[in-house]
Nanobody
Framework: QVQLVESGGGLVQVGGSLRLSCEAS????????MGWFRQTPGKERRFVAA????????DLADSVKGRFTISRDNARNTVYLQMNSLKPEDTADYYC????????????????????WGRGTQVTVSS
């Protein structure tokens, strides 16, 4: 059974930092590209960041470039999202997702491209 479990969310002040983690089990982690998405009530789930199977390629949404970093540790079956200089508009539920990597460098943005999802972790940025 595939499981993706996010952690690290919480309440933080504007300008602060958080590191989200997502631990995967039940799948060959190094065969999957990984992504982070976020969602607020009444809005669609939006792409935040993704990383290829071999960590050679990353992709970040324009809204988080320069502030967020995605990384992974294949030995620990874990993907991370380091979030710095947080803004109130970063407040959302954050989800990690796994995408079968057809090539070592492939990463895609559409949520429909992802095969498995975690249950999310909440991030609240207070002003």
């Amino acid at each position: 059974q595939v499981q993706l479990v996010e952690s690290g969310g919480g309440l933080v002040q504007v300008g602060g930092s958080l590191r989200l983690s997502c631990e995967a089990s039940g799948l060959p982690f190094s065969s999957y590209a990984m992504g982070w998405f976020r969602q607020t009530p009444g809005k669609e789930r939006r792409f935040v960041a993704a990383i290829s199977r071999n960590s050679g390629y990353t992709d970040l949404a324009d809204s988080v470039k320069g502030r967020f970093t995605i990384s992974r540790d294949n030995a620990r079956n874990t993907v991370y999202l380091q979030m710095n200089s947080l803004k109130p508009e970063d407040t959302a539920d954050y989800y990690c997702a796994a995408q079968v990597g057809l090539t070592a460098t492939m990463i895609l943005r559409p949520p429909t491209a992802y095969n498995y999802w975690g249950r999310g972790t909440q991030v609240t940025v207070s002003s």
